[in-house]
Structures are given as C-alpha cells and as structure tokens.
C-alpha cells in the first residue's frame, strides 16, 4: 500500500500490535491541506505519547535504500518496528547525532560545574584550617 505503513506496537505489557500508520493527506485529496500538513513522518516522535526522544535499538538493512529499524520510546517504553527509506534514515541519523551532542555538551557543563564547586569547598576548607596534613 503506497499510502501506509505497517508498524509492529509492542507495549510495555508484552501485547503486540500491527498497526497501518497512513501517510498525511495529499493536497490532491485535502484541498485545504498546509505544507506542514504533507511533512514526512518524524521517526524520533512517539506516535503514542509524542516523545521526542525514540530511538533505535535495532537496524537491518533491507534493500538498497530501506531499512527495518526498531524503536523504543523511552517514556512509554513503546517499542516499534518501522519500515524506512533513505531520506527517513538521514533524517533520523541527524537527530541522533544532534541529541547525541547535546548530551555530550550538557554533560560537559554538568562535569565543569561540579568541579567547579568541588574547587570551591576545597578552597574554602584551605582557608578556615579544615584540612591538616594527616588528611592525606
């Protein structure tokens, strides 16, 4: 079917789903249809509790330019199987990789300021004669 997808729901209970998941309507069938309307499907959203954070937990290559990827929803621990093409594929690697980075500059933040304070106390201790060289 050209207008839809099967995708396998599995939900935290262990209940499996197939689930036919229609591609928006087309200006030729919605007349009044936006641009935002017809945008592709956003494999990274949850389309049960429309998280933005679905992620991958198995690829396999299918064909060419198609791949099986599962994925897990880390809010509703929804796992689902999706069919996607090329395009799909890129677009989903480039939210990983920039969640992938944003993660690692908030840890990077996170590190610098524990440090930092870290530093702070230990000066602090140095200059009220907290530490004594049995400490060490």
Same mark, same amino acid.
């Given at each position: 079917m050209?207008?839809?997808?099967?995708?396998? #729901?599995? #939900?935290?209970?262990?209940? /499996?789903?197939?689930?036919?998941?229609?591609?928006?309507?087309?200006? +030729?069938?919605?007349?009044?249809?936006?641009?935002?309307? /017809? +945008?592709?499907?956003?494999?990274?959203?949850c389309?049960?509790?429309?998280?933005?954070?679905?992620?991958?937990?198995?690829?396999? *290559? !299918?064909?060419?330019? /198609?791949?099986?990827?599962?994925?897990? $929803?880390?809010? $509703?621990?929804?796992?689902?199987?999706?069919?996607?093409?090329?395009?799909?594929?890129?677009?989903?690697n480039? !939210?990983?990789?920039?969640?992938?980075?944003?993660?690692? *500059?908030?840890?990077?933040?996170l590190?610098?300021?524990?440090?930092?304070?870290e530093? +702070?106390?230990?000066? +602090?201790?140095?200059? $009220?004669?907290?530490?004594?060289?049995?400490?060490?």
């Amino acid at each position: 079917m050209g207008d839809c997808d099967i995708e396998r #729901f599995t #939900f935290p209970d262990g209940t /499996q789903l197939d689930m036919l998941v229609f591609e928006r309507e087309t200006a +030729a069938s919605c007349p009044d249809a936006t641009p935002a309307a /017809q +945008a592709p499907r956003e494999s990274h959203v949850c389309p049960l509790c429309r998280s933005p954070l679905v992620h991958p937990t198995e690829w396999q *290559r !299918v064909a060419i330019a /198609q791949w099986r990827i599962t994925l897990r $929803c880390p809010n $509703c621990e929804t796992v689902r199987t999706v069919m996607l093409g090329r395009d799909e594929v890129e677009r989903l690697n480039r !939210v990983l990789y920039e969640g992938t980075e944003y993660l690692a *500059r908030q840890a990077d933040r996170l590190v610098r300021h524990h440090f930092e304070e870290e530093t +702070a106390k230990f000066v +602090a201790a140095l200059d $009220c004669d907290l530490i004594l060289p049995i400490d060490f």
